[in-house]
């Protein structure tokens, strides 16, 4: 089973600044990888594709990078609805990340 | 619009069985994979079970193999999780999730409904 690590667990950042999150796979998934953001009480939203492709109607400060088993999602400005939990996912073998929580500092 | 609504969750006991179902709409159902993905109380979430969008392919985690059963009736736009023998550990929601591409299996989940909550507990 290929296993998916976040970092960091809690990030705690303003309205208007720049967010990283990163997913660690412990083998290669190529570019197989997904991000989806989590609010509390919601279902999960698909944000990015295949390492680097927004999903539809997702907002371009959102992006996504990396190949093989590092990768990245960056939010470029953070506002108000984007604090939820980011939940990176491989479709290999079908594992997510234990999520990283994005809080407002 | 697309829609996926899940139903049949509920407090169940050890041992006991329950079904799933989630009704879609907005979309050809016939023409997409599909999955049951789960996520236990403060957990991360857990992929299930899928299925190819004619039925034919059904592919099942380790954890629930042999114990749950994916299908679907694409007549009536809905998908199925028939769950047996439950056990505690697979008190979760149970969301049902669209795959992305047409005519394609490949856990690229661009819609989810809202979940439903199954408790295993006595």
């Known amino acids: 089973e290929i296993v998916l690590t976040q970092s960091p667990a809690t990030l705690s950042l303003s309205p208007g600044e720049r967010a990283t999150l990163s997913c660690r796979a412990s083998?290669?998934?190529?570019?197989?990888l997904a991000w989806y953001q989590q609010k509390p009480g919601q279902a999960p939203r698909l944000l990015i594709y295949?390492?680097?492709n927004r999903a539809t109607g997702i907002p371009a400060r959102f992006s996504g990078s990396g190949s093989g088993t590092d990768f990245t999602l960056t939010i470029s400005s953070l506002e108000p609805e984007d604090f939820a939990v980011y939940y990176c996912?491989?479709?290999?073998?079908?594992?997510f990340g234990q999520g990283t929580r994005l809080e407002i500092k | 619009e697309v829609q996926l609504v899940e139903s049949g969750g509920g407090l169940v006991q050890p041992g006991g069985s329950l079904r799933l179902s989630c009704a879609a709409s907005?979309?050809?159902?016939?023409?997409?994979?599909m999955s049951w993905v789960r996520q236990a109380p403060g957990k991360r979430l857990e992929w299930v079970s899928g299925?190819?969008?004619?039925?034919?392919?059904?592919y099942y985690a380790d954890s629930v193999k042999g114990r749950f059963t994916i299908s679907r009736d694409n007549s009536k736009n809905t998908l199925y999780l028939q769950m047996n023998s439950l056990r505690a550990e697979d008190t979760a929601v149970y969301y049902c999730?669209?795959?992305?591409?047409?005519?394609?299996?490949?856990?690229?989940?661009?819609?989810w409904g809202q979940g439903t909550l199954v408790t295993v507990s006595s």
């Open positions: 299925l190819s969008g004619s039925g034919g392919n059904t």
């Open positions: 907005g979309f050809t159902f016939s023409s997409y994979a």
């Open positions: 083998q290669s998934v190529s570019s197989y």
């Open positions: 295949d390492a680097s």
């Open positions: 999730a669209k795959d992305s591409w047409v005519n394609l299996v490949t856990y690229c989940f661009d819609y």
């Open positions: 996912q491989q479709r290999s073998s079908v594992t």
